[in-house]
């Protein structure tokens, strides 16, 4: 995972506006941390975790019309002024379509407890889903002085965000009670 994680975080900063290219490598670090602390050893067992993670996938999605209604690539292009064109063929189909995908074959995955489907959980939550993404949409209206595509759902990012957080470290704390008292049962 950590080989396609570096891999995926290169073609980012060679292909897309640094800005972009940053929130994904971010996202992607945080999404690993989170992983490795809580679901690597112990993958989300609970339904409800994964329902919430695919009520925010879906959200994601409308996330994405607002952004790509509004130009979102071409605005974020010239708001950071850079050198690289977004065009939005790419943007649709990498973004909404491939990561669309990926986000929902890694909450089938999670439903069997495959670990590398709770990395995509965890990269969702923290970064290039609603946390790291929300924070952005909330500074890039900042920055340009009025509206900015994909601001008006962004609140909705922050509270599907700390939801699934939440239920994902929850969910790793009940795991962990759960060894420790089966370990516990075999000792006696």
Same mark, same amino acid.
């Given at each position: ?18 800005? !972009? %290219?940053?929130? @994904?490598?971010?996202?992607? *670090?945080?999404?690993?941390?989170? #992983? ?6 112990? $993958? ?62 890694? !909450? %089938?995955?999670? @439903?069997?407890?495959?670990? *590398?489907?709770?990395?995509?959980? #965890? ?6 889903? $609603? ?58």
């Amino acid at each position: 995972m950590a080989i396609l994680a570096a891999a995926f975080c290169t073609w980012a900063l060679l292909t897309l506006p640094i800005q !972009g %290219a940053v929130i @994904l490598v971010v996202a992607s *670090v945080l999404g690993w941390s989170g #992983w490795i602390a809580f679901s690597y050893t112990r $993958p989300v067992k609970s339904r409800k975790v994964i329902a919430v993670y695919l009520c925010a996938v879906g959200f994601q999605l409308i996330h994405m019309a607002e952004e790509y209604t509004g130009g979102f690539p071409h605005e974020i292009v010239e708001l950071f002024d850079s050198p690289r064109d977004w065009p939005e063929k790419e943007f649709l189909l990498v973004f909404v379509f491939g990561f669309g995908a990926l986000y929902f074959f890694a !909450g %089938a995955g999670a @439903l069997y407890r495959i670990r *590398v489907a709770n990395f995509f959980l #965890w990269w969702y939550a923290l970064g290039a889903g $609603p946390l790291l993404n929300g924070i952005a949409h909330f500074v890039f209206p900042i920055l340009k002085g009025g509206y900015f595509p994909g601001l008006y759902t962004a609140g909705g990012h922050f509270i599907m965000s700390g939801l699934l957080i939440y239920l994902l470290i929850k969910e790793n704390r009940v795991l962990k009670a759960e060894e420790q008292q089966q370990v516990q049962s075999l000792v006696r």
